[in-house]
């Protein structure tokens, strides 16, 4: 019974790897195809990505089904692995933020897709004035990066845009961007998610799951099952509510809620299940390029320069185990604990609230 029901999803998942090749390799030809903003992004870019993107081939940028702009900060020398690279629109882009020194991997398994980004790799190559490509494209799985021989430790970020949620193993992927993943690195990444779970009968339209929409997760599932793989502290950068302009396909599916957000999850040992309190504080130097006022880790903290910045436990490990040190002073240890971090949506359970030095007036963490 345990093999019959092992070959079943087994062979679901090849026609849903099917249905998607399909969809991305055949039924769209760009991103004009689409029924549904789910696939495209409405984010502002700043000067440095439309400087980036004024540099990419039309027909790259034409095959764009991305729902963010996957574009941490401090990316130069940085090795990046992009999952469902598709055309290599993103790629291309990164590829001009890590300078020649830094190296970028695309993966994708729809070989439409993958033809395009290597067409154009000495178009790019020359236009970015590099001497060697510092870009590749494989043909593989995100839930099988173990296949691509991808060693343990072996990327310093991992992005992805709007692929992780046409994957019918999520939990694999998850998992497996973590093992490759260098100890303080991260995966950034932009994806949908719904408000509630979504029906199997809705997960099982070709067109709907093509369109971004039902193979997306239930957010406090996706929160869950990033902890499970690891990544203990999830956090949202950004997000938007999906409008669906289109009538068919709204009355399927209308009845549930969909959000574009883009997530950080590090890759670091050892943090607290919840925003814990150790009187920690970080002040920004201010000394990222076109970031020089303000850093934006997440959307509960954007650091001011120069200002004493208070901090959970678990924030502190972000800034201070992440690429991100150099361009921080820290204060504080982990020696003494004070409790949960005011204002972090968290508090002491009990109807009477006598916790002794409550602070919650101060300025948070998040």
């Not at 993103?90 to 993958?114: A, F, N, P, R």
């Not at 260098?182 to 799951?209: A, H």
């Amino acid at each position: 019974m345990a093999n019959t029901s092992f070959l079943l999803n087994a062979l679901e998942h090849i026609f849903m790897f099917d249905d998607v090749k399909d969809y991305y390799g055949k039924v769209l030809q760009s991103s004009g195809d689409l029924k549904t903003d789910a696939c495209c992004t409405d984010t502002d870019m700043n000067d440095q990505i439309k400087l980036a993107m004024s540099n990419i081939h039309a027909e790259v940028a034409s095959r764009y089904y991305g729902c963010g702009l996957v574009h941490p900060l401090e990316l130069k020398g940085m090795r990046i692995l992009d999952l469902g690279s598709g055309s290599g629109r993103d790629c291309y882009i990164l590829s001009q933020l890590v300078g020649e020194d830094g190296y970028i991997l695309g993966v994708d398994m729809t070989d439409e897709q993958l033809a395009i980004a290597n067409q154009y790799i000495d178009y790019h190559t020359e236009k970015f004035g590099y001497k060697k490509p510092n870009i590749a494209f494989v043909k593989g799985y995100i839930e099988k990066l173990d296949e691509l021989e991808l060693a343990d430790n072996s990327f310093d970020i991992i992005v992805s845009n709007c692929v992780i949620n046409l994957s019918p193993d999520k939990e694999a992927v998850l998992k497996e961007a973590y093992r490759v993943l260098k100890p303080g690195g991260e995966l950034y990444f932009s994806d949908v998610y719904s408000d509630r779970r979504v029906p199997q009968s809705l997960v099982d339209d070709p067109v709907l799951y093509g369109e971004c929409l039902s193979g997306a997760l239930y957010w406090n599932d996706f929160l869950n099952l990033a902890k499970k793989c690891g990544f203990q502290d999830p956090r949202l950068v950004e997000d938007r509510p999906l409008a669906i302009d289109n009538k068919k396909i709204e009355a399927l599916i209308g009845h549930i809620g969909f959000y574009s957000a883009t997530y950080r999850l590090f890759k670091l040992d050892g943090l607290d299940n919840a925003c814990e309190d150790y009187g920690q504080v970080v002040v920004y130097k201010g000394s990222i390029e076109g970031h020089e006022e303000i850093f934006h880790l997440d959307n509960h903290h954007s650091i001011e320069a120069g200002r004493y910045f208070p901090v959970c436990g678990n924030t502190w490990r972000m800034l201070h185990d992440s690429r991100f040190k150099k361009h921080f002073d820290f204060y504080g240890n982990m020696d003494k604990h004070f409790g949960i971090f005011k204002g972090c949506g968290t508090s002491i359970p009990f109807a009477t609230n006598n916790s002794k030095g409550d602070t919650s007036n101060s300025s948070g963490c998040c």
